[in-house]
């Protein structure tokens, strides 16, 4: 049976979804954006973007009862191919062991205009 997952500590939905959906063994996200829960802002820069997009990601993950370590699948979004480099940096900083599978693909637009959105397939 599906369960929603919320949480406080990642950005709230913006439309008619859930952040994430529990179906047991497996969590599956929607897109995280770089958007700060506490305050609404967002950071400035793509390295600066992909560390709180993963942040937010984390926070939703342990919300789940799960973590950045048992994530097995990533889609990641880009506004610009050009800042792969950078956000490959930042986002070896969050996994540890085996790195995830992951696809990465550049977006004309995202939400709120930033530059990254990051979903994820974890077990629990």
């Known amino acids: 049976m ?3 997952v ?3 500590k990642a950005p709230a939905a913006i439309g008619p979804y859930s952040q994430a959906i529990d179906m ?3 969590i599956f ?3 995280v954006i ?3 829960p506490a305050t609404g802002a967002i950071p400035e820069g793509a390295a600066a973007q992909a560390a709180q997009a ?3 990601l984390s ?3 342990e919300a789940a009862g799960s973590s950045m370590d048992r994530v097995i ?3 990641v979004f880009i506004k610009e191919m050009d800042d792969f480099g950078t956000i490959n940096e930042v986002y070896a900083k969050f996994f540890t062991g085996v790195f995830p599978a992951r696809s990465c693909v550049e977006a004309a637009r995202l939400p709120k205009d930033v530059l990254i959105e990051i979903e994820a397939i974890a077990e629990k």
């Open 2 to 4: 599906k369960k929603a």
């Open 6 to 8: 919320t949480t406080e």
């Open 24 to 26: 047991g063994e497996m």
């Open 29 to 31: 996200t929607s897109g």
């Open 34 to 36: 770089p958007v700060n």
């Open 54 to 56: 993963l942040t937010n």
């Open 59 to 61: 926070a939703l993950l």
């Open 73 to 75: 699948k990533t889609t």
